[in-house]
């Protein structure tokens, strides 16, 4: 899948930014801030932006639109929402309203209301809501009864959003048996202005007030039903996705948390600053990979993914809402303290519209996988699907015996080249994945390695990959004049593998000149690591501070000897990477752990979730118990978190993409989940988690060490706030996987 939008899709953006900058739709926006009211009427702007053909992108033009992609619509949208423009009455009449209409409305109803509609001259209302039929939409009441060539409807629809100022209503009743609950409901449009529609308030405590409406015998053609009578339940499914794209929730978000830093943080902050941010964008890439299933036609939206994003991005924003609320008030700017005394009288509301924050951890349980990766892999290119079967297939092959699985008190995983999964690794070629093409290896980039990376985890191996890999990354910063040639053949080979407990040290060795090399101490370095010890490799990578700079050393392991002072030759030295690189060099090397670490949590996550939908307990399976699906659901949309975002950073960095601030969001979210994930399949598998019995054990032991490799989530995540704070990396949001290989 690919991250990022073509050069078409920017000036197209371009435009629209031009476009919102004009004179009129600035007037209208201004009015708005202007106005000191609760609910001010936003009308006047939307007809602005409908001479502009900007409320529906994608309709075509004969309706008031564009005749642009479901991509370029949702572009529009990003902009609009950034511009200041408020959202409500744009979800339900164009992207709710209007969407269904264009999908499944007569040609008769497209041309009556369609235009006016894109053009930001009529206004819908969603009556799906009633006082006794929430989630459980299946449940309403309102019944349509035939009566010659119009369906008298009777009922009330509850807790709508603008429903005092629109001009139709898109109805759900029941046609059928009252007792059918999902057979038998019919979708119609309704005018609000129709004899026996009566519409009062209901007091709530955002800015948008709830409206009830009431219809009493209301006449309605049956030419204005929507789809077939009786079919309205299939519809309202399929259309689901449309809703829990996640688009409007997470733009919330991204507007609160700029309403936060803009400011600045005080120190204390910066670790939930760089948290939030990181979240933030990877919440946004949830949304663009639904975004991306849907431009391939709705049929084709996947329900869990949309389910997730939808989960994600309400919960993140609720959040975003509740941390600004925890800050002191003189934090944000006076002209943010508005934005976010709104965000946290709306953001309760937004887990649970267009469906609970527990509706969609059902969904995320009941899916393939439990929500962890089925989607994703499934658009992965030819060659990826086949590198990832072929490693699985090759780690699952690897006898129990050589894990030591029997034995839960050693190390759950050998680092060296002693470790199964090497050897099945050279077998495939792996270990030149990343080594170019005209150095003897594979040429893949790092896409490739991540594959392997997040399948070494996904199985609790370690081994040298990791560390070799890096390596050719050293090599391949060091020796642009072909240089190395022959540690590249080994590398490539598998008979050259490494160690580079040094790098995750943060900061190269004090090195003291020697008579032909150097000096340095290793103990610092090895100690930092409990229970730390020399792997068995032929190299060991080391990151040496000079007098003339920093200095990378391939020094053979059988010239370490025991911990300390340690002579390293100048003929070891593969060189001293130029400064400018040095961010492409740490960045790589952290989304490679980051992936890793994607993969501790997936295994964990798996293992767990197929030990509770086998163990039975007080007469039913674990897993039908909501305390513990919900938990593994739960997991599993950390999971794909951190996955959109290691997928992202990794082709940030394989096409030489400014990549530092992605690679910090990757790991740092990846090592937090990874933690929490691991614990949790531990805690679901109850005491057989403690044992050898389940692999859960050594998913968890592994995230001891591994989360803190390269650093510790809350630092990672300190810096990452501090990148942003500081404009550095500054990546604008405007990357987004179009879920295509």
């Known amino acids: 899948m690919h991250f990022g939008f073509t050069r078409d899709q920017e000036a197209f953006r371009g435009r629209v930014r031009e476009e919102l900058g004009a004179g009129d739709i600035r007037a209208e926006l201004d009015r708005l801030l202007a106005d000191t009211g609760r609910e001010p009427d936003v009308r006047p702007l939307y007809r602005a932006l409908g001479r502009r053909r900007l409320l529906a992108a994608n309709w075509p033009e004969e309706y008031g639109g564009q005749g642009a992609t479901l991509t370029e619509a949702s572009i529009v949208a990003e902009e609009l929402a950034r511009a200041g423009v408020p959202d409500t009455l744009h979800v339900n009449t164009v992207q709710i309203v209007g969407m269904f209409l264009l999908h499944a409305g007569s040609e008769q109803l497209k041309a009556r209301y369609l235009p006016a509609v894109g053009e930001g001259r009529s206004f819908a209302s969603v009556l799906y809501t009633e006082p006794e039929a929430g989630s459980d939409l299946a449940g309403l009441r309102t019944t349509a009864v035939r009566d010659g060539d119009d369906f008298v409807i009777s009922g009330v629809k509850a807790y709508n959003l603008k429903s005092d100022i629109t001009d139709v209503a898109l109805c759900a009743a029941r046609t059928g048996d009252p007792d059918g609950r999902y057979q038998g409901i019919t979708l119609f449009m309704v005018a609000m202005d129709a004899p026996g529609v009566r519409r009062e308030t209901i007091a ?3 800015d948008e007030q709830f409206h009830r409406v009431v219809l009493d015998e209301v006449r309605v053609p049956a030419a204005d039903v929507v789809g077939e009578v009786g079919q309205g339940w299939q519809l ?11 688009l409007d929730y997470s733009l919330k978000a991204e507007s609160w948390y700029a309403a936060v830093v803009a400011g600045g943080l005080e120190a204390a902050e910066l670790e939930r600053g760089g948290r939030f941010g990181a979240e933030v964008e990877a919440a946004r890439l949830h949304t ?16 869990t993914s949309a389910a997730v994003a939808k989960y994600v991005t309400s919960e993140l924003a609720r959040e ?30 937004l887990t649970f519209s267009a469906g609970t924050s527990e509706m969609m951890l059902q969904i995320v349980a009941a899916g393939e996988g439990g929500g962890t990766g089925a989607a994703s892999e499934a658009v992965e290119d030819t060659l990826t699907r086949h590198l990832r079967q072929a490693i699985r297939t090759r780690f699952a092959s690897v006898a129990a015996r050589k894990l030591g699985v029997d034995a839960v008190h050693g190390a759950p995983a050998v680092d060296g080249a002693s470790c199964p999964s090497w050897p099945a690794l050279v077998e495939i070629g792996a270990p030149g994945f990343e080594v170019p093409a005209d150095a003897g290896g594979l040429g893949l980039g790092l896409p490739g390695s991540l594959v392997v990376c997040e399948e070494l985890g996904r199985a609790a191996l370690g081994g040298p990959y990791r560390a070799t890999a890096l390596t050719a990354d050293v090599v391949g910063l060091c020796a642009a004049d072909g240089a190395h040639e022959a540690v590249l053949n080994g590398l490539s080979s598998g008979e050259l593998t490494v160690s580079a407990d040094a790098f995750g040290a943060g900061k190269p060795l004090a090195a003291q000149p020697a008579d032909g090399g150097w000096t340095v101490s290793l103990k610092a370095v090895d100690g930092t690591r409990a229970g730390a010890h020399e792997p068995d490799t032929t190299h060991r990578l080391l990151f040496l501070e000079t007098a003339d700079g920093v200095v990378v050393a391939l020094l053979p392991t059988d010239d370490v000897g025991a911990h300390g002072d340690v002579f390293v030759p100048h003929g070891c030295a593969l060189g ?19 992936a890793y670490l994607l993969g501790l949590a997936e295994g964990a996550h798996a293992a767990a979730r197929a030990h509770t939908l086998r163990r039975e307990q007080f007469g039913s399976v674990l897993h039908d118990f909501q305390g513990v699906s919900f938990a593994l659901a739960r997991a599993a949309t950390r999971v794909e978190t951190v996955r959109l975002a290691v997928l992202r950073a990794g082709e940030l960095a394989d096409e030489d993409r400014p990549a530092a601030r992605a690679a910090l969001d990757a790991l740092a979210l990846a090592a937090e989940t990874a933690a929490d994930v691991t614990a949790t399949a531990v805690h679901v598998c109850g005491v057989r988690g403690l044992t050898a019995e389940l692999p859960v054990q050594r998913h968890y032991r592994l995230a001891r060490t591994e989360t803190v490799r390269m650093g510790a989530p809350a630092g990672l995540f300190r810096e990452a706030g501090r990148l942003r704070l500081s404009g550095g990396d500054d990546l604008e949001l405007l990357t987004a996987p179009t879920g295509t290989p």
Request: hydrophobic share 45%; charged share 20%; no cysteine.
């Open 320 to 349: 975003v809402a509740a941390w600004a609320n925890t800050l002191p008030p003189s934090s944000p700017p006076a002209a943010a303290t508005s934005t976010l005394e709104a965000a946290y009288r709306e953001a309760p509301g």
């Open 288 to 303: 663009w990979w639904v975004l991306g299933q849907l431009d391939r036609g709705l049929d084709e939206a996947d329900t």
């Open 236 to 246: 309202l499914t399929q259309a689901l996705a449309v809703e829990r794209t996640g």
């Open 576 to 594: 001293r990477p130029s400064p400018a690189r040095w961010p492409e060099l740490t960045a790589r090397a952290r989304i490679r752990q980051a």
């Open 204 to 206: 709530g405590i955002a």
